[in-house]
């Protein structure tokens, strides 16, 4: 006679990876605004750690310029989106989500090192943010399962508003840095995909297992 999974068991099942994604944005957060705090009492002398243009001495940048922001304004817009679109990420499991992350942040910030204009300083968590959208959109496209494609219809209907920061033409705000961001996020969509295994082809039969 097959088993019912009980209540309790299915709950287990996804609260461990929710408990884990829930951990791990919480840290993030706490990052940027530790960061954040200390920054403002320092009279922000830590924004000489953003993205300088094509300076080779300060392309280490790239990976410290995520965790910065230029006023509490700036890391109060990019709280909330940050923590949802990142815990949909974390889902799937931590050391994922540090792979994507770490996709996103670098092809994100050279982007901006290769692109922006010379004499610009780019701070800011917003490219993360749209690797995140951009990572779980195409992971929907690419997986092609229905809770992907459900998350993917989600997060595009949330955050179809904020498109328009792709585009040059916004004092102030690295478009840049969006763009390559959410190019990370559809890299990491296709690095990452689940790999399925192969079928035989149609006028060739399985292989039958062996016994050792």
């Known amino acids: 006679m097959a088993e019912r999974p009980t209540t309790d068991s299915w709950l287990q099942r996804i609260g461990a990876p929710a408990r884990n994604a829930a951990i791990a944005m919480a840290v993030f957060l706490v990052v940027i605004w530790v960061l954040q705090i200390a920054d403002s009492l320092m009279h922000y002398s830590l924004l000489r750690f953003g993205i300088q243009p094509r300076w080779p001495s300060r392309l280490g940048d790239i990976f410290s310029a995520p965790f910065l922001h230029v006023s509490y304004a700036h890391i109060s817009d990019n709280t909330l989106p940050l923590a949802v679109l990142g815990f949909l990420v974390a889902l799937r499991g931590i050391a994922r989500f540090l792979a994507v992350t770490l996709v996103i942040i670098v092809i994100g910030g050279l982007g901006v090192w290769l692109t922006a204009s010379s004499g610009t300083d780019t701070v800011g968590a917003s490219g993360v ?5 951009g990572f779980l959109v195409a992971r929907g496209a690419i ?18 508003s904020i498109l328009p920061l792709l585009l040059p033409g916004n004092p102030g705000i690295s478009w840049q840095g969006h763009l390559f961001g959410l190019a990370g996020g559809v890299t990491s969509a296709w690095w990452f995909r689940s790999r399925r295994p192969e079928l035989p082809p149609a006028d060739q039969p399985a292989a039958l297992p062996a016994a050792a």
Do not use: H, K, M, S
């Open 143 to 160: 997986e092609r399962r229905l809770l992907d494609i459900v998350v993917a219809v989600l997060v595009g209907a949330l955050y179809w």
């Open 129 to 133: 943010i749209f690797g995140y959208l």
